[in-house]
């Protein structure tokens, strides 16, 4: 096996050089750092990961926890993180905190002793432990999709990346009473998480702009998953007036509001308009094919990534919270033929 000492001598610099170059601890013209890469490459040398990274404190790696993690929705989300950071040369430690504030604290804990460079979390409904926990190790760190809010004067504040939430909403809702319906209901998620509550502010502000009034009665809470959003239906449904239209804030609910509805004997959009937020690889397979508000996955977790890197290099910048656009993605589901609608712009704060 190849040896830094071997690469110094093919490339004719001394092993200190190839050090530099290897561990960016010090500036390195390019012709020389070339000539070390070219040598590296013919001689096949592969890098000692554990003794870089005693020479630079860093590990080249990222911990991820999400949970769900079977869920389309942050399976792309991973996509785009693993591609940003071996882009940069970073690997990817993985850990599903399963929505539980106890475990993701732990598990959190654990990616730290492994001595991760930084972290990207999607934070449960109840962070708290979780932001005491970065907080006080001054873990660089980058919340993913759920909000936190944290006051401007408080000892910590975190880098956040997600998509917006509100406006692409009330655009669902707004489509839907644009096409005649005026009970239009909603299967909300989680409650506690801020995509959860960003997406009802949006069921309302679409209500308001179409001139209904709101009803506590259409919205259901399917807890983010498909069991308890089936179940939410079927509550939805057994009203003595059921809504003529259906809202689902995330995919897994949902799949859980089409069981319902097929339990019940019904055809979408026949028998009851369907609309989701969230869309994914086969939301164009169903019959009828889903109209959709669809994130830009994969993108917020390369953005993850590159706020992070930008933490890591400048530990002082100002935290970010950063907002990417959805697009309407208009199918069949909610009663009329597909057409294609202005997506909705981000904002950066």
């Not at 949970?67 to 942050?74: E, G, K, R």
């Not at 509100?166 to 644009?178: D, I």
């Amino acid at each position: 096996m190849a040896t830094m000492a071997d690469v110094a001598r093919s490339a004719g610099v001394s092993v200190a050089t190839v050090s530099h170059v290897l561990n960016s601890t010090r500036p390195v013209l390019p012709h020389t750092r070339q000539a070390v890469l070219d040598a590296m490459d013919e001689l096949g040398y592969t890098p000692n990961t554990l003794a870089r990274s005693l020479v630079t404190s860093r590990t080249r790696s990222i911990g991820l926890a999400v949970s769900a993690i079977s869920n389309p929705y942050f399976t792309e989300i991973l996509q785009g993180v693993e591609a940003g950071a071996l882009e940069h040369g970073y690997s990817l430690l993985i850990a599903d905190p399963h929505d539980d504030p106890e475990h993701e604290r732990k598990v959190v804990q654990l990616l730290h002793e492994r001595r991760v460079d930084g972290m990207i979390v999607a934070p449960s409904a109840d962070p708290r432990e979780l932001l005491a926990y970065l907080g006080r190790h001054k873990v660089p760190t980058v919340l993913l999709d759920r909000l936190v809010d944290m006051p401007d004067d408080g000892p910590t504040r975190f880098d956040q990346v997600c998509a917006d939430s509100a406006e692409p909403m009330a655009q669902l809702v707004t489509h839907l009473a644009g096409l005649g319906h005026r009970r239009i209901g909603l299967i909300a998620g989680l409650p506690g998480l801020s995509t959860t509550s960003e997406r009802l502010t949006g069921y309302r502000e679409g209500l308001a702009t179409a001139g209904l009034g709101y009803d506590e009665h259409l919205v259901v809470h399917g807890d983010s998953e498909s069991a308890g959003a089936e179940q939410a239906t079927a509550a939805l449904l057994s009203l003595a007036s059921p809504p003529t239209a259906l809202v689902t804030a995330n995919n897994a609910m949902t799949i859980g509001a089409l069981r319902a509805l097929r339990g019940h004997g019904m055809s979408v959009p026949g028998d009851i308009a369907l609309c989701c937020f969230d869309d994914f690889a086969w939301a164009d397979l169903f019959s009828p094919r889903l109209t959709a508000i669809a994130q830009p996955s994969r993108e917020i977790g390369a953005q993850a990534v590159r706020v992070l890197l930008d933490r890591l290099a400048e530990p002082d910048l100002p935290a970010r919270t950063l907002r990417l656009p959805c697009a309407f993605v208009h199918r069949t589901s909610c009663g009329c033929p597909a057409q294609p609608l202005p997506s909705v712009k981000g904002t950066v704060s």
